[in-house]
């Protein structure tokens, strides 16, 4: 369907954004038989920063879509690696009554796609390479967006609901009246790729400590997670409270990380093309998440993990919930019912991100995150813990860890200085 005809008419949703979030959120309309359009900025298929691992989170998402099939012809791995110095650990993902043991690692290019396409095979209209340059507005709710495409033809799209999944930089958003808390920490995160012959290996990779060739410690945690293809993905994360941040260069942490990884990877002596990075806003720092006509989903609501900085599963979540709600309101014209959709996000995240939110503020203190490596390194059964919090998979009967998980977090803030703002 092209651009003209779409306009023809005010659809039920339109989601503005084509990544994990919005096109999970289109499929869940569309399978529910809702008349759904997704514009999507650039064409299918197209490249976005990320480590490309999903977790088995994000993999139970997936396969509730009917998509294992599809994720069988990609990479699988069974856990994690964990390395700080000479000192490493291999922690498999552990066992649970819903979410799978195991995980893939797909470039990001090939997953969305899959997930759009099969949007679109559920009965959504899926536009690429249409840009939505701005809320529309009717008697002051937004009812759509002006669109553009790549030649330069533009539209109305009009729709009763709008979903706004546009990413960690969520300009619709922010037209919208969405921000995010600057109190709160954020994270910066650059990859590369880089040729290896452990392409797959049944491992991701996360170095706890990281250091540059003249052994001094840097900022962050380096990531090398295998695609099974002959390439790595190689990358740093850190997050905002990290002291000395702010002039902190990425690209240079790239640089030495990749320099100074463990020899059994065997990089290729540069990436394959340039680095790219981007800023995540993380722990539900984005707000509101809902208006009288709206709501926002995935990375554009900031729901991005601060323990790891995985956003994929979340972004999959928010949709599926999103378009939970949607349908009951397009279903029973109670557009009120759009008022719920905070507290369902709470519920779901709420004890969890604030647990991670206070830990982005302890290990931005270099001495305390050099002692928590040096405990959680000397046991294995306590990194088991520490994998389980941190990747959020804990068992509805573990739920009380986390709880315990807070509390220290919480304690340990307290003797902390109070961090400036983000």
């Not at 939110?357 to 813990?385: C, D, H, K, Y």
Request: hydrophobic letters at 40%.
């Amino acid at each position: 369907m092209d651009l003209a005809a779409t306009s023809a008419r005010t659809h039920d949703v339109l989601v503005i954004g084509g990544g994990p979030a919005g096109s999970a959120a289109a499929y869940w309309l569309a399978r529910a038989g809702h008349d759904v359009v997704v514009v999507e900025k650039k064409a299918f298929p197209r490249d976005k920063t990320c480590g490309d691992a999903l977790t088995p989170r994000a993999v139970h998402q997936l396969d509730e879509m009917g998509l294992t099939p599809e994720l069988d012809r990609f990479h699988r791995y069974d856990g994690l690696r964990a390395t700080a110095g000479s000192r490493t650990m291999e922690l498999s993902w552990p066992s649970h009554p819903v979410l799978p043991s195991h995980g893939f690692v797909v470039r990001r290019r090939d997953i969305d796609q899959v997930v759009a396409d099969h949007a679109a095979t559920a009965g959504a209209t899926v536009l690429d390479g249409v840009e939505a340059t701005a809320p529309l507005f009717d008697r002051g709710l937004c009812r759509g967006a002006s669109v553009k495409d790549t030649s330069g033809t533009t539209a109305e799209l009009r729709a009763r609901y709008v979903v706004v999944a546009d990413g960690s930089n969520s300009r619709f958003g922010r037209a919208l009246g969405t921000a995010r808390n600057r109190q709160m920490a954020y994270g910066l995160a650059i990859r590369g790729y880089w040729e290896s012959p452990l392409s797959k290996e049944p491992w991701i990779e996360s170095a706890l400590d990281v250091r540059d060739r003249n052994d001094n410690s840097l900022p962050g945690y380096g990531w090398i997670f295998p695609l099974g293809d002959g390439t790595v993905n190689v990358g740093i994360g850190l997050l905002s409270t990290f002291r000395d941040f702010r002039s902190v260069n990425t690209t240079h942490l790239l640089a030495e990380y990749a320099a100074t990884a463990p020899g059994w990877w065997e990089l290729g002596p540069e990436a394959l093309a340039p680095p790219t990075g981007g800023k995540l806003p993380m722990g539900g720092s984005v707000g509101p998440k809902a208006g009288p006509t709206w709501l926002a989903i995935g990375d554009a609501a900031g729901t991005v993990n601060p323990f790891n900085g995985e956003g994929i599963d979340y972004a999959y979540e928010t949709g599926r919930m999103a378009a939970g709600v949607l349908g009951e309101a397009l279903t029973t014209g109670d557009g009120l019912v759009l008022s719920t959709y905070p507290g369902l996000l709470d519920d779901e995240y709420g004890l969890y991100f604030k647990v991670a939110n206070l830990f982005a503020q302890v290990i931005g203190r270099p001495a305390l995150l050099r002692r928590l490596v040096a405990v959680g390194m000397g046991s294995e059964t306590l990194m088991s813990w520490v994998l389980r919090i941190m990747a959020n998979l804990l068992r509805p009967d573990e739920i009380g860890p986390a709880e315990v998980a807070y509390k220290l977090a919480a304690a340990a803030v307290r003797l902390a200085p109070d961090p400036k703002p983000a």
